[in-house]
C-alpha cells in the first residue's frame, strides 16, 4: 500500500512563495495520476492543481492558474506543488492526492483519487 506524506506548508507572507512536496512510500509510486487539493475551515475540499504521471499533462483550478504549478520526479516518487504570488485566500490545509491509473487528461475530482496524505497547513498572512 503506498502512503502519502506532505512537507512544505508553514506561515508566509502575502507575495511570498512555498514548495510544497508529497513523498510516497510503500509500493512504488509509478503510473500513478496525482493532484492537490485544498481546504479552508468550514467550506468543502477543492481542486488545486493536477498531472497525469506518464505524459505530465497538467490542469488547474481557474483561481491558481499562472501562480501554481504542479510537477513530479519519477525518480524520486514525489510530487510538487511550487506556489507563486500567494495570497490570503490561499490559506487552507492543501492535500495530495493519487490513483494507479493513467489517464490522458487530469482529473480535478476527488472521487478518482484513492489514496490521499494528511495534509499540511499553509497559512498566508496579509
Known amino acids: 500500500q503506498v502512503q502519502l506524506v506532505e512537507s512544505g506548508g508553514r506561515l508566509v507572507q502575502a507575495g511570498g512563495s512555498l514548495r510544497l512536496s508529497c513523498a510516497a512510500s510503500g509500493r512504488s509510486f509509478v503510473n500513478y495520476n496525482a493532484a492537490w487539493f485544498r481546504q479552508i475551515p468550514g467550506k468543502e475540499r477543492e481542486f488545486v492543481a493536477a498531472?497525469?504521471?506518464?505524459?505530465?499533462?497538467?490542469s488547474y483550478a481557474d483561481s491558481v492558474r499562472g501562480r501554481f504549478t504542479i510537477s513530479k520526479d519519477n525518480a524520486n516518487l514525489a510530487l510538487y506543488l511550487q506556489m507563486n504570488s500567494l495570497k490570503p485566500e490561499d490559506t487552507a490545509v492543501y492535500y495530495c492526492?493519487?490513483?494507479?491509473?493513467?489517464?490522458?487528461?487530469?482529473?480535478?475530482?476527488?472521487?478518482?483519487?484513492?489514496?490521499w496524505g494528511q495534509g499540511t497547513q499553509v497559512t498566508v498572512s496579509s
Open positions: 492526492a493519487a490513483a494507479p491509473r493513467n489517464s490522458r487528461d487530469p482529473w480535478d475530482r476527488e472521487v478518482e483519487y484513492d489514496l
Open positions: 498531472i497525469t504521471w506518464i505524459s505530465s499533462s497538467t
